[in-house]
């Protein structure tokens, strides 16, 4: 599903990630650890496409990033949720139209869209605050609200980067909850935390990342 070969990407002449190779299966949930600065967030934006590898190739549900048009580049995000840790809310839109705004650029009809809205917000369990505003919402909230719009799409893949980072343990492990329950429903999900709480005991894959090397695997 998300298959890295040889990639490295730089930053002037700061090397962000060097000559990483990691595979991740189609349904899988999996991590990724490491301290801060190891490479995370940038490995996570090579595969919704924010950025390009310098070297290598990134193959994402059948499509291969180094081959890829332009515009073909919207047809690989809709195959892709994303799950910040700053939320990333419209704060002047609903929680409904945070949610709904994606499927409405796609030109999704009206009632496909509320039911796809509702069924997320059930999922999430906040389809009473449709008609709120993200500046009512607690952290738990905002970040629930956040994994409903990234999932809203039906994506084949669901990333988060460190979306339990602004939470208190009790929020993190709801979060956690809620993820199981989409990965149950067939979505490949990949986390990248340096919270080894998310992982414990779980016996999921992990995988290691030091200083912009792949430094190992294990299981949580």
Request: hydrophobic residues 40%.
């Amino acid at each position: 599903m998300i298959t890295f070969n040889g990639v490295t990407k730089a930053y002037g002449n700061y090397r962000a990630l060097s000559d990483i190779s990691l595979n991740i299966r189609k349904g899988e949930m999996a991590f990724m650890t490491g301290p801060s600065g190891a490479g995370k967030t940038t490995l996570l934006k090579l595969i919704y496409l924010a950025e390009r590898p310098d070297t290598g190739n990134i193959i994402i549900a059948g499509y291969n990033t180094a081959t890829l048009k332009e515009k073909s580049v919207p047809f690989l995000r809709r195959n892709i949720g994303v799950v910040f840790q700053d939320f990333r809310l419209l704060h002047n839109k609903t929680v409904y139209d945070n949610i709904a705004l994606a499927l409405r650029i796609r030109g999704i009809a009206q009632g496909e869209i509320k039911n796809r809205v509702d069924n997320v917000l059930k999922l999430v369990g906040l389809r009473h605050k449709a008609e709120g505003y993200p500046l009512s919402l607690s952290g738990g909230e905002s970040q629930r609200i956040a994994i409903a719009r990234a999932v809203v799409g039906e994506p084949t893949v669901l990333l988060a980067d460190e979306p339990t980072g602004n939470l208190d343990y009790d929020n993190s492990i709801s979060i956690m909850d809620i993820f199981r329950e989409i990965n149950a429903k067939g979505t490949t999900i990949f986390i990248g935390t340096h919270n080894h709480d998310l992982f414990r005991n779980t016996g999921l894959r992990i995988l290691k990342l030091n200083e912009g090397s792949l430094a190992g695997e294990g299981v949580g």
